[in-house]
């Protein structure tokens, strides 16, 4: 492949310039917050499946992730692509898997979208252009090059928009991904969501520099930080790295400062995290402090929150019920589609 050698900008970290809620319209703050109460509703209500025995396998808590998600999925078009991570759940229903369809994958159902056999770590859903979790680290993130690349050749206007942790990001894969999209001007945003914690190390323990955005420097890209539990500055960054990707500026990094306010999965005792610490971050909960700063602004009232929390609430019991209803996956459903003659 021939490359034209571009001057590029110099990498820079900047936080979002005083970003807040008052810069999109009430009822798109709104639509934000749906989303937001949506997922919670989701990881809260799976949460509750998981821990009475009723689902199986591993179960990865997304609590806490809200801000950046719901943020993202704002942004997205309809013929943008997401590549998400096991955490990206919030995206995955804001680009339009419904709760239904993503409650019947994560419990093995044969009525899911690819038939159960995706579970919780291979979620993907074409329809609205999600692609397929990866169970390996890191492999998402060249996929999403991979993805940008056939965009970029194709003269598409369309983005990729990747997710992924801070563990990740000392991964080879996360190094030759951004080295090759920042080389060819690839329209694909990564988005670090730094929770602070890869499993159970501290990213303290785990890199030399203060944060990953830093490591866009190397490559020519931006690197922002920006607050993870405020969707208002995410929009605003995010923002800026759409609008140079659609415009052929090639790609961003993203690094979202949050928290997950659940453990590493479900049933993890925590005993690497201080409690004071949890507490503290407990009262920056992406949910509670941007329903505060709606009611603050005068964006909403408080029937129009009271009515999405509990559409939220009865969209997700009804989703739960009926995958748990649902037949499960069978041996057809599990062994077809892997060779062209039909199931083994």
Partial sequence: MTTTSKKRPPAQQNPAADATVTERSDADLLSTYRLMVL????????GAIFAAGKLGGWFHSCIGHE????????????????????????????????????AMEIMGRATAPSRGRAGETHINYAPARIYGTTGVLGANIPIAAGVAYGVQQRGLDEVVVCGFGEGTSNRGAFH??????????????????????????????????????DRAAGYGIPGVVVDGNDPGAVYTTLAAAFE??????????VEAKTYRLNGHYE???QSYRDKAEVAEWAERDPVTCYRARLLQQQNVTEEQLHTAEREAADEIRTAMTEALNAP????????????????L
């Fill in 176 to 213: 030759e991904a951004l080295n090759m999209a920042a080389i060819w001007d690839l329209p694909v945003i990564f988005i670090c969501e730094n929770n602070l914690y890869a499993e159970f190390s501290s990213s303290r323990d785990q890199m030399r520099c203060a944060d990953v955005a």
């Fill in 67 to 102: 801000a950046t998600g719901a943020a993202a999925a704002a942004l997205m078009r309809e013929t943008d692509h997401l590549v998400p991570y096991h955490r990206s759940r919030v995206s995955i229903l804001g680009k339009g898997m419904t709760a239904r369809d993503l």
């Fill in 39 to 46: 997922a919670r509703e989701f990881e809260e209500q799976l």
């Fill in 267 to 269: 049933g993890d005792p």
């Fill in 328 to 343: 499960p996956a069978g041996k057809d459903d599990i062994f077809g589609d892997i060779y062209a003659g039909g199931p």
């Fill in 244 to 253: 140079r990707a659609r415009g052929g500026g090639g790609p961003t990094l």
